[in-house]
């Protein structure tokens, strides 16, 4: 496991990140032929004509990691991680651009990455550093000078959006387990076992559920956040985002737990008291969803 991962989520929470991979989408159509496909995502433009910006959140096609892209307006750039985000800010290799953007010279200087290489070079006689992916494949982004010198400028307020990041991705694995425990018994009691099938069931399920008084619900939505120095907003938007962003990747998650008892009892150890009860017998309640909701 990529030491990066592992300083996200521990041992314990690891099944976030091997349910997002496990359960990938990769049809022609679907939302993650993009670059990323973002939850908690917040852009900040890099310049005042807005030809540049700066997109953060967490991605699902990364195992639910946090990412930095720096884009144009056509939203076409390199993706980062965290890691490689901080280069820009590396005390010798700022200095490095910093030289090169006040005096440009064709002598090419570059540092690399995992995944990305970094190098200062000209475009046009102008002056740019370049951030280009290593495996060739997606695009590449130039920052030229007034954006380099607004990257620099608004680095704090960049770093207090990961930091909110970081909150989130210690919160995730509870939310997700919510999120993933109820849509999985509810699954079990309508005999939904397809993806399809679950993917068009997704808003009513989701809307039955917050609209009525259920436990599992109003424990993250009610009691957690009140120990938490985020807001209410924060833990209904990851909610609102999964379900109605990307009801086909939910759909995914749910058909690997049904068919992953593994995978259920790493969800089940980390959260015990949201453990998927057994269906087997069915009841007036279970009647009565099999009414409310068409396949």
């Not at 090419?108 to 370049?130: A, D, I, S, W």
């Not at 990961?162 to 387990?177: D, F, G, I, M, T």
């Not at 993933?180 to 068009?200: A, G, M, P, W, Y």
């Not at 593994?262 to 015990?272: E, G, S």
Request: hydrophobic content about 35%; some cysteine; charged content about 25%.
């Amino acid at each position: 496991m990529p030491e990066e991962i592992a300083k996200w989520y521990g041992d314990i929470f690891r099944w976030c990140y091997e349910l997002s991979v496990k359960s990938k989408i990769c049809t022609e159509g679907d939302k993650e032929m993009g670059r990323y496909t973002a939850i908690m995502e917040h852009s900040i433009p890099l310049n005042s004509s807005k030809s540049k910006k700066i997109v953060m959140g967490l991605d699902f096609q990364r195992g639910l990691m946090p990412f930095v892209s720096i884009e144009n307006s056509k939203s076409r750039g390199v993706v980062l991680t965290l890691d490689e985000y901080s280069t820009l800010y590396d005390p010798e290799w700022s200095s490095i651009v910093n030289s090169h953007m006040a005096k440009p010279s064709y002598q090419v200087n570059t540092k690399y990455t995992k995944n990305h290489e970094f190098r200062c070079g000209m475009v046009e006689g102008k002056p740019v550093l370049q951030i280009s992916p290593l495996n060739g494949r997606g695009g590449y982004v130039y920052i030229g000078e007034a954006t380099w010198r607004n990257l620099r400028v608004m680095c704090r307020l960049i770093e207090a959006y990961l930091q909110e990041l970081r909150v989130r991705v210690r919160k995730l694995p509870l939310e997700l387990s919510v999120l993933c425990t109820h849509f999985l018994e509810k699954c079990q009691k309508l005999n939904l076992t397809k993806s399809l099938e679950i993917t068009r069931n997704i808003n009513m399920i989701f809307s039955s559920w917050v609209l009525s008084d259920d436990t599992a619900y109003n424990y993250i939505t009610n009691n957690a956040c009140k120990q938490d120095e985020y807001p209410y907003y924060h833990d209904l938007r990851v909610y609102w985002e999964i379900v109605y962003l990307y009801p086909e990747r939910l759909a995914q998650m749910i058909c690997h737990l049904l068919i992953d008892a593994d995978m259920v009892k790493k969800m089940t150890n980390a959260y015990p008291d949201l453990a998927v009860n057994d269906h087997s017998d069915s009841d007036d309640d279970d009647d009565q969803s099999e009414n409310d909701f068409s396949v």
